[in-house]
């Protein structure tokens, strides 16, 4: 769309680059999906390559456009088959042949006689018999007429297998355009010639284009261009010869020599495959492909063919991104759209785009070994999404606004927000005036607030927290597809401590059969691995060291975990493992329970499933600690963990 000078709007086609009007990419999705398949034990590599592979709700994946390719690949070998031009020259010969004999039979003469005798013992091969009636004289127009299509349909094909759309150009045929034809390969052969002996060939090809450009609307640039181009199309055309029989491949070499009548320009196709050949070795010379259809392909439609089957395989290579340094950048657009249309290429560069968005965005990093990792900003974005769905569960099922914001009074945090229905806290005055006179609403001196202009000074309780979350990291957890739902709750809860409760002090702890404190990145990232033992005694131990550190602090201690304890840790440090479980790990966990409630810690149980033995372990914590019990369902772990922190951090009690 451009502007003339009297302001008019003029729209013109639109031909490259990115399209202006496409909707931008949306990350956020993106990341989600990423962030479900690293929290599910997958590295953020393999994560980013099956969300390529899956693809968006509006975008092809890259296994979609691959199966496509692959069904194209097969229609092509199931419907045709390589022998039309033997099978079009056989009906053309049969043609001459019957109406020369209608010609001679009322003819009475012996010359007649002899003429049948010679048709008579014509050889049975289709190539023998064209090249023996090349010097025949026949008495029958029709059959003359006959003749000189199979000369002319040899040399189209021949043509056309070697320079797409020359079929095309030759179908009206006359020896100046065959004297043409001929001078153009001799002049190309030249070219080649000398570029492979490496002389300088830029001003010779220049000439040579401002000559016969005519039989080269690709309109090459360069000769190494010129070279790609036909080196393509020629190895294709080999491999269409490599695929027919060997009484097939040689019938057709055979009649090559028929093309136009003219054996020079066979010649000179067979000098071309040879330079070409040695200027582009790593073409694919030698291959071949089953054709099986019913559809018969003369030779340039037979080479068109061999060069899509080369092409869906170079684009299935790049489609499947398995060799070293792969991009989608390296997927052939063009190629691709002349495969399966324009939406494919639409989608491979949405598909592209969205790859290069997200490294640029700075959502996934370089850890210094060289593995990719998500950054801090995508762990905050993944954060942000978890606790949003938790605090809406919690709405929803409670009816309450959102309990996430600072608390109802006490210390200012130095941040604003928008006034909400029920807000007690008071009131940004500089800020709401602000916002009141960039609304425009100040007029003759006066200011008009209005209630979206209001913002409230954000407050948190005076009381602090310290807060461990205990996460239980045993294979149970992977096997009963409990990992995810752990790992976004973990994420909820840190979001909701780092940006609303920043004096709070939380510790994530994970345990298997030893115990860890991990940061986020780390639980986030961590993964599954088949491990045997439920070492809760060696968490709550670490627990208590967070406490005793911030002895300040409200102590909050959440343990989610779907087994009882089977290990415990000995002084010397070593993890003890025994299923079933021993009276000495009950003991040593109970222990630490009771240790956490000498500090005022009362620890809560996140309990999945229902294992009995659990149960009456979580009971007997309950009792001594005087701490809680609940027994979430998957989906809403996240919204009891959170919402106990939240009751707990407010003065509330089990």
Known sequence: MTADPGGRWEY???????????????????????GQDVMGGSSPRSALEELLRRGTDRTQGLDDLTRRLWERRSRIQRRNNLDGTLAEVRQLLDRALAAEKR???????DDARFREAQLDALPTGTAAAV??????????PEAAEAYQQIRDKLGQELMESRFQGMKQALEQTTPQDVERVRAMMADLNDLLLAHLRGDDTQERFQAFMREHGEFFPENPRTVEELVDALAARAAAAQRMMNSMSAEQRAELSELMGNAFGDPRLAEQVSTLDANLRALRPGEDWSGSARMRGENPLGMGEGAQAMQDLGELDALAEQLSQSYPGARLEDIDLDALQRQLGDEAGVDARRLAELERE????GLLERAADGSLRLSPKALRKLGESALSDVLTAMRSTRGERDTARAGAAGEPTGATRPWEFGDTEPWDVPRTLRNAVLRGGSSDGRVRVEVSDVEVVETEQRARAVVALCVDTSWSMVQEDRWLPMKRTALALHQLISTRFRSDELRLITFGRQAAAVDIGELTALESAWEQGTNL??????????LRR???????VLVVTDGEPTAHLEPDGEAVFRYPTTERTLRK?????????KLGASVTVFMLGDDPNLAAFVDVVAKRGGGRVVNPDLDGLGTAVVGDYLHTRRGGRG
């Open 358 to 361: 997200l490294n640029r965005a």
């Open 537 to 546: 005694h060696h968490a709550l131990l670490l627990a208590g060291r967070h």
């Open 589 to 597: 966990t109970l222990t630490e329970v009771d240790s956490l409630a």
């Open 550 to 556: 911030h002895p300040g602090a409200k102590p909050v």
């Open 12 to 34: 013109r086609p639109y031909h490259d680059g990115p399209d202006p009007l496409a909707p931008p990419v949306d990350l956020r999705d993106a990341l989600e999906a990423i």
């Open 103 to 109: 010609t001679l039979f009322p003819d009475p003469s």
């Open 131 to 140: 090249n023996e009636l090349a010097g025949y004289d026949w008495q029958s």
